[in-house]
């Protein structure tokens, strides 16, 4: 699944993604660690992978998304 970078915080590697449709999902330090970035910035094209629906939405990986 596609979305796009909205907020992320260094120090503890936590932010949240806009999903196309406008909802913002956040996601935790394991999630962005699983994708094994080192800086994501508010903007970039991101790809996700999720478990759960609705309030149980978890993001399980955060990555750039490559063309």
């Known amino acids: 699944m596609q979305a796009?970078?909205?907020t992320y915080d260094s120090d503890t590697r936590t932010g949240s993604v806009l999903l196309d449709d406008g909802t913002p999902v956040p996601f935790d330090?394991?999630?962005f660690d699983a994708g094994?970035?080192?800086l994501?910035?508010?903007g970039?094209?991101?790809r996700i992978e999720v478990t759960g629906?609705?309030?149980g939405r978890r993001i399980t990986l955060v990555t750039l998304?490559?063309?």
């Open 4 to 6: 796009t970078a909205y």
């Open 29 to 31: 330090a394991p999630a």
């Open 36 to 38: 094994g970035l080192r």
């Open 40 to 42: 994501l910035r508010p």
């Open 44 to 46: 970039q094209r991101v």
């Open 53 to 55: 629906e609705g309030e």
């Open 65 to 67: 998304q490559t063309f």
